[in-house]
C-alpha cells in the first residue's frame, strides 16, 4: 500500500503527466483588428476628463482626501488632537513615532465619521427616512471599528514604551535620541475643474 501512494504522487509531481490548457489562437485579422481598435481608445487627454475619469469607481467619496481636507480645514482640530497626543506619549523611537500617527490618524477619522453622522442625522426623520444618506452603513461600520483599533495601537504603543523604559532601565549608559518629525509634504496640485 505505501508502494502504491508513493508511485500515485510520483505520478501527480511529474511534469509530463499534468494537462496543460489549451492557448487560445487568433488569426492575424483578428489581431490586427484589435491592435487597430486600442490606437482609437486612449482614454481621455485633456486634464478636466482624466480629472472627471479618475472618479468612475467612486462610490460614496466618504474615505476621500477632499473630505477629509474640508472635515479637518472646516473644524480646525487637527492640531489640538495632534499637540494632545504627543504630550501624552512623548514618543521617541520610530517605532512609538509610528504608532502615535497611527493613532492621531485614527483619532480623527473617528471624529470625521461622528461629524458626518451629525451631518446625516440633522434632518428631520421624515426626511432621513425618505432619503436615506447613501453611506450611512459605512459611517456606521467604520464608529463600530475605530474603537478596536484604537485600542489595539495603544496597546502596542504602551509595550513599546514600556521595552524602551526597560531597555534603558537595564543599560545605564544607553541614550535614546529622538529623530525628528518627517518634513512636511509638499502641496498637492489645484484641482481642474
Known amino acids: 500500500m505505501n508502494n502504491e501512494q508513493n508511485e500515485e504522487q510520483n505520478i501527480s509531481r511529474d511534469p509530463s503527466t499534468v494537462e496543460t490548457p489549451r492557448k487560445k489562437t487568433m488569426s492575424e485579422a483578428a489581431l490586427a483588428a484589435n491592435r487597430a481598435n486600442a490606437q482609437k481608445s486612449t482614454g481621455p487627454r485633456s486634464p478636466a476628463g482624466k480629472l472627471r475619469s479618475a472618479s468612475n469607481s467612486l462610490k460614496h467619496g466618504l474615505f476621500s482626501l477632499k473630505n477629509f481636507d474640508g472635515f479637518l480645514h472646516d473644524n480646525d482640530i487637527a492640531l489640538t488632537v495632534v499637540t494632545n497626543y504627543l504630550a ?19 483619532q480623527l477619522r473617528f471624529l470625521q465619521m461622528e461629524y458626518l453622522l ?55 549608559n544607553a ?19
Do not use: C, G, Y
Open 88 to 106: 501624552q506619549f512623548n514618543p521617541i523611537t520610530p517605532t512609538e513615532v509610528s504608532l502615535v500617527h497611527q493613532l492621531i490618524h485614527q
Open 118 to 172: 451629525n451631518q446625516a442625522m440633522s434632518f428631520r426623520v421624515a426626511d432621513i427616512l425618505a432619503t436615506p444618506v447613501p453611506f450611512l452603513p459605512s459611517i456606521l461600520r467604520e464608529l463600530d471599528r475605530l474603537p478596536a483599533r484604537m485600542a489595539r495601537t495603544l496597546k502596542l504603543l504602551r509595550q513599546e514604551i514600556q521595552l524602551r523604559d526597560q531597555f534603558l532601565a537595564s543599560n545605564k
Open 175 to 193: 541614550e535614546i535620541e529622538p529623530i525628528e518629525d518627517l518634513p512636511p509634504l509638499p502641496a498637492r496640485p489645484k484641482e481642474e475643474v
